[in-house]
């Protein structure tokens, strides 16, 4: 897809992602209990930077996990045929925690419900919020992020790609027009 807009570069990447990380912390009034989860794919990696920046200024490390959400997908059929499944990993019971459900964009926030099916079946936290990188808008589902790290209104003929370094080579956040 051809890039229409950069909407992010790394220092803004950087810059969001240390504001939501001392957002969670200010929102959990302290870090016992507190759990990450990053959604499959480039939620996982978000996470553990949310993590590792939080270590950085609280000197505590929080515990990170991942959640793959294929399954719980009420479009799965759409998708694919083959659909990729992905690790799911807790590191430990989330029954009780204070987790924070991590993603890269959230659009009709179909995957947030996707994401809150799967927690449950894994256990049953305490709280439940719901960090992004960018919220595009247009909700299908009444889910709303609690950690925005861009708000950035689009046509739903556009595509916002989050790319990361550790998946994509680079940090940056454009916006594309839909093939």
């Known amino acids: 897809m051809k890039v229409k807009a950069r909407l992010m570069d ?4 950087e810059r969001a992602l240390k504001r939501m990380a001392h957002e969670v912390v200010e929102d959990a009034k302290g870090l016992e209990g507190l759990m990450l989860v990053g959604i499959q794919r480039r939620g996982v990696y ?5 993590r590792d920046l939080i270590l950085q ?3 505590a490390k929080v515990p990170c996990g991942e959640l793959d959400i294929t399954l719980y997908r009420d479009d799965l059929t759409m998708l ?3 659909p990729i499944v992905r690790s799911t ?6 029954t009780g925690k204070r987790m924070v459900l991590v993603d890269d964009v959230i659009y009709t926030g179909r995957t947030g ?3 809150l099916d799967a927690v449950m079946d894994l256990g049953r936290p305490a709280r439940i919020r719901l960090a992004v990188l960018i919220d595009r808008g247009h909700r299908e589902l009444p889910i709303q992020p609690d950690f925005v790290g861009k708000n950035v209104p689009t046509s739903r003929s556009e595509v916002v ?6 998946i994509d080579g680079k940090d940056e956040v454009v916006i594309c027009d839909r093939d």
């Open 10 to 13: 790394k220092g803004d990447v």
């Open 46 to 50: 978000l996470a553990r930077r949310l």
């Open 57 to 59: 200024f609280e000197g």
């Open 80 to 82: 694919s045929d083959q």
């Open 89 to 94: 990993s807790m590191p430990e019971d989330p």
């Open 113 to 115: 419900r996707a994401a």
């Open 161 to 166: 790609e989050v790319r990361l370094e550790e």
